[in-house]
């Protein structure tokens, strides 16, 4: 598998476009496969038909997942496990009055106009949950039996409203998962600009990386290029791209700002000494961007821009750590 870093803002021409709603990639990492939406990677077991069906996914789908590589698989942040919900004291009895059934139990609230609307008993009140979380509670198995108990309206209104659990990795409807042959590119975007509070992370789905067909001429392959998918092989600089950046967390809520690099189109990041004689004498007086170590790590590394490292006399130049073949002339 290839990885490219792409420093500039990505093309979302042709079938290029940003996973929403219920969109999905389904991916393979070691031996466990991820469901990939909204910005983060949820695990899901392929055994697991109580939760593969309600999602509509297939066995089959999980198990011939393509495979991730560790570039994106480390960028992603891990959301929580698509697994049966465990709900806590499942079976016993609800501590608030009035509780219909036990604690585990999936309720279903007929509507004069719109949808039926589901929730779950928990030890304090009721959460209101998705039809997909409903069907693979139901799949599960609960305490209250095969079917969800039925509750009017107005006995719902008097109980108690709870936030037990965190069903923030379910749909609200069956995932719509990219067909990889057709997509085979899958891309983690990062997006923040000096002075903003938080980052915007995206994922980008299509047939090809995310790069006008008129600039892949300007698409440059590493010299240690190994398609190991553990850094990078080929770099991209695009429309707004920054080459003078400060190391800020992965996190899209980072506020950190760490070291200063600056990269080279030929994919090399540079360290640079954050005295101002440095940057006054490489011409950086402007605000360095911020940017994930999770990216910059990707590219091959540089010495230090320092006056220190610039004073310091060799007897050899250094090994090179990311060696490769000498290309025969043509």
Sequence with gaps: MTVTVIDGTPDLSGRRHVLSGSDAVVLRYGNDTWVIRQGRRSRIDAANRAVLLPLGLTPEQVKQASPMSRALYDALPVGPELAVPKVPDAGKPANFPGAPAPVGAVLVTPQISGPQQYSVVLPDGVQTISPIVA??????????????????????????????????????????????????????????????????????????????????????????????????????????????????????????????????????????????????????????????????????????????????????LPTDTNPAELAVPK
């Excluded at 409203?161 to 409807?173: Q, R």
């Excluded at 007086?285 to 220190?308: D, F, I």
């Design 135 to 316: 069907q693979i509670l139901q799949n599960a198995g609960t305490p209250a039996g095969s079917m969800p108990v039925v509750v009017a309206p107005a006995t719902l209104a008097r109980m108690p409203v709870v936030h037990g659990l965190d069903l923030s990795a379910y749909p609200d409807s069956p995932l719509n998962v990219v067909n990889m042959k057709e997509n085979p590119a899958t891309c983690w975007w990062w997006e923040k600009t000096a002075g903003e509070e938080r980052a915007r992370t995206q994922v980008v789905s299509g047939p090809t990386v995310p790069i006008a067909t008129s600039d892949t001429n300007k698409v440059v392959s590493l010299v240690k290029a190994d398609n190991t998918g553990r850094e990078a092989d080929r770099v991209y600089y695009g429309p707004n791209y920054a080459n003078f950046v400060v190391v800020t967390g992965n996190d899209p809520a980072a506020s950190t700002a760490e070291s200063l690099w600056l990269l080279s189109k030929s994919g090399v990041r540079f360290g640079v000494d954050n005295s101002r004689e440095a940057r006054t004498a490489l011409g950086l007086t402007s605000t360095p961007s911020p940017a994930p170590w999770v990216a910059l790590r990707l590219l091959a590394p540089g010495p230090m821009l320092s006056r220190a490292d610039a004073l310091v006399r060799h007897d050899t």
